[in-house]
């Protein structure tokens, strides 16, 4: 969400406690956000990445990105390219201008609920543990001072109580299930971009009419790939946001860290991170949550995906 400008922050910088995160999280609410989102009109050919934070969003930017150029890396910061779109006014970018490429792509962590209509849509998923996983340590330095309180701790004050940006995780996968079948949206799992990048590449062009050329969707590929990201890593710290954010609060260059988006880019590790009581805490919830939907499992969510990911392919 967007950003108070007049907001406090911790006089020392990053908060060191849960109260503190807490108390800067409740001040990120900017009401030019609603104003921008429902004011923004898209164009049909327009594509808007949406997922829950950590789920795969700057891996889509850039594959979104290399398929509507020809693979430029041109860019000094993706989000510059695919603009976050709740982001954009912080960074001084008009959401309506023209972008590189053969259409227009934007990031967002907005719910179903919330997003402009009458564009395509991309939704990705990912295993609630290891999204846990993820966003604690992208958190760890930068939102909160690094250490100040183990991932156990991150989950059971903020992750499950769904009071970071974004909101909860299932709430947002529960505004999008619904939704996944359209023929506008493409949907599609993290387990599966790392299982068969190539082949989740080519359906991805074929969803935005882009030709089959096979030289372009091995560049694209190669260029999505972890070791290729990992290499060019500036270009995917979302920079110029942090950047913006320290001016925009008063703090001194480098309070807040350029966090790496490429850092492990691995499944499973909640299994290997979290204790057996978050573990459970997230069945838990998944149960509550999400099984009313006719999803007993996570794994049952990737499945289906892959069965209607065959069906379109026929």
């Not at 976050?84 to 990031?107: N, V, Y």
């Not at 209509?117 to 996983?133: E, F, H, Q």
Request: aromatic share 10%; net charge negative.
């Amino acid at each position: 969400m967007m950003t108070d400008m007049s907001a406090p922050h911790p006089p020392h910088g990053r908060p060191r406690s849960i109260e503190e995160v807490v108390s800067i999280l409740a001040t990120m609410n900017d009401p030019r956000l609603a104003e921008l989102v429902t004011s923004f009109q898209p164009r049909a050919s327009d594509v808007f990445i949406s997922t829950y934070p950590k789920c795969g969003t700057t891996w889509l930017q850039q594959i979104v990105h290399g398929l509507r150029t020809g693979g430029s890396m041109d860019f000094d910061d993706i989000s510059l390219v695919v603009p976050w779109l709740e982001m954009s006014p912080l960074l001084g970018i008009e959401p309506d201008a023209e972008q590189p490429g053969t259409l227009r792509a934007f990031k967002t962590h907005l719910g179903w609920n919330l997003l402009p209509r009458g564009a395509t849509y991309i939704y990705v998923l990912r295993d609630p543990g290891d999204v846990l996983v993820s966003y604690y340590h992208f958190l760890n330095g930068t939102l909160f001072e690094r250490d100040v309180f183990d991932i156990e701790v991150f989950a059971r004050e903020l992750f499950l109580p769904g009071l970071l940006p974004a909101g909860a995780y299932w709430e947002h996968l529960r505004g999008w299930w619904p939704h996944h079948g359209r023929p506008d949206v493409f949907a599609l799992s993290f387990e599966q971009l790392k299982r068969d990048l190539a082949g989740m590449v080519r359906a991805l062009a074929a969803f935005l009419g882009i030709e089959d050329d096979p030289a372009l969707l091995s560049l694209v590929t190669e260029q999505a790939g972890f070791a290729f990201m990992r290499a060019h890593d500036s270009k995917f710290n979302e920079h110029t946001l942090t950047d913006a954010m320290e001016r925009l609060r008063g703090m001194e260059p480098g309070v807040v860290a350029h966090p790496s988006k490429v850092r492990a880019g691995e499944t499973g590790a909640s299994a290997r991170e979290l204790s057996a009581e978050t573990r459970a805490a997230l069945e838990r919830r998944w149960q509550h949550e999400c099984a009313p939907l006719g999803l007993p499992s996570y794994q049952a969510a990737v499945e289906q995906l892959e069965r209607e990911h065959a069906e379109r392919a026929r």
